[in-house]
């Protein structure tokens, strides 16, 4: 099974700050890889797949890139309704696996 | 708009089966894309269960669930069935239904609500 391994596990920063999440793979994934976004109470909904591709209607200041083993994740511009927890999750083969989550907070 | 509405909560004793259902709609073809079982225990990150190709019902599942989940498909109801067995303590979860894609290895666009499982004696 492939190996997601994020960091960092938790987060607290300042409305407006930029916000950085990274996503290591046990083995080279290509681009398959995606982020989530879950908020308290909800099921997890798609941000960016395929490593940078924004999900339709989801806002521009969330930003993916990477590929191979090394994935990053952004907030350009972290607002008061980005709490959440964000997970990456590989789809290069299955099993699907998730990486163990990063939950942001405001400072 | 695309949705997956789960079967309400449950709660089972160990050693009992549960099943959820995840019906679909607001999308044509049915068949055309695969849907996945993914589960959250209470405080923990996501667990991906296994996945089926509702065209010909066949499955996948993750080598830690075998022999103890069944994924069906009723095409009649555009629902899809995910059933439990031999429930333990550390079944207790949210339990989602998502939509992948027309492939096996695509993202999870839509979810479902969830459905909490509570396994109590």
């Known amino acids: 099974d492939i190996q997601m391994t994020q960091s960092p596990s938790s987060l607290s920063a300042s409305v407006g700050d930029r916000v950085t999440i990274t996503c290591q793979a046990s083995?080279?994934?290509?681009?398959?890889l995606n982020w989530y976004q879950q908020k308290p109470g909800k099921a997890p909904k798609l941000l960016i797949y395929?490593?940078?591709t924004l999900e339709r209607g989801v806002p521009s200041r969330f930003i993916g890139s990477g590929s191979g083993t090394d994935f990053t994740f952004t907030i350009s511009s972290l607002q008061p309704e980005d709490i959440a927890t964000y997970y990456c999750?590989?789809?290069?083969?299955?099993?699907?696996?998730f990486g163990g989550g990063t939950k942001v907070e405001i400072k | 708009q695309v949705q997956l509405v789960q079967s309400g909560a449950e709660v089972k004793k160990p050693g009992a089966s549960v099943k959820v259902s995840c019906k679909a709609s607001?999308?044509?073809?049915?068949?055309?894309?695969?849907m996945h079982w993914v589960r959250q225990a209470p405080g923990q990150g996501l667990e991906w269960m296994g996945i089926?190709?509702?065209?010909?019902?066949?499955?996948t599942y993750a080598q830690k669930f075998q022999g103890r989940v069944t994924m069906t498909r009723d095409t009649s109801t555009t629902t899809v069935y995910m059933e439990l067995s031999s429930l333990r303590s550390e079944d207790a979860a949210l339990y989602y239904c998502?939509?992948?894609?027309?492939?096996?290895?695509?993202?999870?666009?839509?979810w479902g609500q969830g459905t909490l499982v509570t396994v109590s004696s």
């Open positions: 998502a939509r992948g894609g027309y492939d096996v290895l695509r993202p999870l666009h839509y």
């Open positions: 607001g999308y044509s073809f049915f068949t055309s894309y695969y």
């Open positions: 089926i190709n509702p065209s010909g019902g066949s499955t």
């Open positions: 083995q080279d994934i290509t681009n398959y």
């Open positions: 395929d490593a940078s």
């Open positions: 999750q590989q789809c290069d083969n299955l099993p699907l696996t």
